[in-house]
Nanobody, 121 residues
Framework: QVQLVESGGGRVQAGGSLRLSCAAS????????MYWYRQAPGKQRELVAS????????YADSAKGRFTISGGDKFKDDVYLQMNSLKPEETGVYYCSARTYNSGGRYVDYWGQGAQVTVSS
């Protein structure tokens, strides 16, 4: 079992910055990848960024160049999402997620409670 707690959401004007944090606890050693997702009002949840245990990072095209995901010590430290030059359409609830793998290669995804980000124009 993995527990995830997000923090750092809030309200910012367009062009501003926010940093989200995700603290993992529980079976951290079983986490292979951590993700940040966004769910805008009335829309499906979409992937924003990911980071693997080995430190490889990937971003949605819309996030490249403006967002940075980071996390240290194999997820024992918080995973962060630094968001710069924010746009109103990036308003939504941001979720941290962790994918754990067992010895049989199966995976289980865990989710945090979400952090509201509001970008005003």
């Amino acid at each position: 079992q993995v527990q995830l707690v997000e923090s750092g959401g809030g309200r910012v004007q367009a062009g501003g910055s926010l940093r989200l944090s995700c603290a993992a606890s529980g079976s951290i050693d079983s986490i292979g990848v951590m993700y940040w997702y966004r769910q805008a009002p009335g829309k499906q949840r979409e992937l924003v960024a990911s980071i693997t245990r080995g430190g490889s990072k990937n971003y949605a095209d819309s996030a490249k160049g403006r967002f940075t995901i980071s996390g240290g010590d194999k997820f024992k430290d918080d995973v962060y999402l630094q968001m710069n030059s924010l746009k109103p359409e990036e308003t939504g609830v941001y979720y941290c997620s962790a994918r754990t793998y067992n010895s049989g290669g199966r995976y289980v995804d865990y989710w945090g409670q979400g952090a509201q980000v509001t970008v005003s124009s």
